[in-house]
């Protein structure tokens, strides 16, 4: 248990740059009280995973787009022993990601819009959170801040005048959630299942949809800083080179020879195979000379 609680703790710094990481950290970390040989194994998968994208990191752009957006996920009722759902979101300032999250909600959802409204509530927090330490390094945002969700019941929730009896145990994230959105601060929008970015933080994901979102979200592989560039690329090219001239045919050389006897013609022929031979008889001037 030593072992596995100082990896994972090591990993609780590696996703501060590396947002691929943030689901997987936060799961293994739930059972550090009493972890068993199935846990640190997943830690050990994603030791090699880290092993294998040890150049990765998040990337940020320059740009001139002061536009402040969240988009919010939850995944219900997804641990099988206490039926907790887990919330996730991130948060862009133009296109750059500054801000993600992945943490189990301290409450059992009964249903899916309420964990999705749960996951809401915590993005505003956090973009609100946002909005207070730009405005104190002077940067002062003119447009609403956006709140992305796939969850339609629950953007139809933060616009609607009646409160509902079935929504009482979320009195405080309802009135908190709806005053943004009724004093014009924030906008609810909503968004397709295949654009949701933070559907990295809520679910394990396949290899396809996984690579499809860290790209949008921005990890990538920096290019190489050396003035010579990757030594490796320049070898394979190099390598190449002297493959596909390997692989051109040699241009025939042809080669005259005067005077030769019948034995010595065909020994030549097979010392030198490449070689295009013509025999040819020594002219009468010649002959005398000989």
Same mark, same amino acid.
């Given at each position: 248990? +030593? ?25 293994? #970390?739930? =059972? ?27 990337? =940020? ?9 969240? &988009? ?17 979101? #991130? ?14 909600? /301290? ?5 899916? #819009?309420? %964990?999705?409204?749960?996951?809401? %509530?915590? %993005? ?7 909005? =207070?330490? $730009? ?5 002062? $945002? ?33 009135? &908190? ?23 990295? &933080?809520?679910? /394990? ?9 860290? !790209? ?5 592989? /920096? @290019? ?9 690329? !320049? +070898? ?14 040699? @241009? ?14 065909? +020994? ?5 195979? %490449?070689?295009?031979?013509? &025999? ?11």
């Amino acid at each position: 248990p +030593k072992e596995y609680r100082s990896l994972a703790g090591a990993l609780q710094y590696l996703i501060l740059t590396r947002l691929d990481l943030t689901y997987a950290v936060n799961y293994t #970390c739930q =059972f550090m009280h009493a972890p068993t040989m199935k846990h640190f194994q997943l830690l050990k998968r994603i030791l090699r995973y880290v092993r294998g994208t040890l150049t990765y990191g998040i990337q =940020f752009s320059k740009s001139k787009d002061l536009t402040l957006r969240a &988009f919010s996920d939850a995944d219900w009722a997804c641990c099988p022993t206490t039926r907790r759902s887990t919330s996730g979101y #991130c948060t862009f300032l133009g296109p750059n990601c500054i801000s993600w999250s992945s943490k189990k909600q /301290p409450t059992v959802a009964r249903s899916s #819009c309420e %964990a999705e409204y749960h996951a809401l %509530a915590r %993005a505003v927090v956090e973009i609100k959170w946002i909005t =207070f330490i $730009l405005q104190d390094i002077g940067v002062y $945002l003119s447009k609403a801040l956006i709140l992305l969700c796939d969850n339609i019941s629950a953007l139809y929730t933060t616009i609607k005048p009646a409160f509902h009896s079935r929504m009482k145990h979320l009195e405080l994230d309802y009135h &908190f959630v709806r005053e943004q959105v009724a004093l014009g601060n924030m906008e609810t929008q909503f968004v397709t299942s295949e654009g949701q970015l933070a559907d990295l &933080f809520t679910e /394990p994901l396949p290899q396809h949809r996984l690579h499809f979102l860290i !790209r949008h979200l921005g990890v990538r592989q /920096p @290019p190489s800083l050396r003035l010579r560039g990757n030594d490796n690329a !320049r +070898k394979l090219d190099s390598t190449l080179s002297i493959s596909q001239a390997l692989q051109q045919p040699t @241009p025939a050389l042809n080669l005259s020879i005067t005077e030769a006897p019948a034995h010595a013609q065909e +020994k030549l022929q097979q010392l030198m195979p %490449a070689l295009n031979l013509s &025999f040819v008889e020594a002219p009468a001037h010649g002959q005398e000379k000989l």
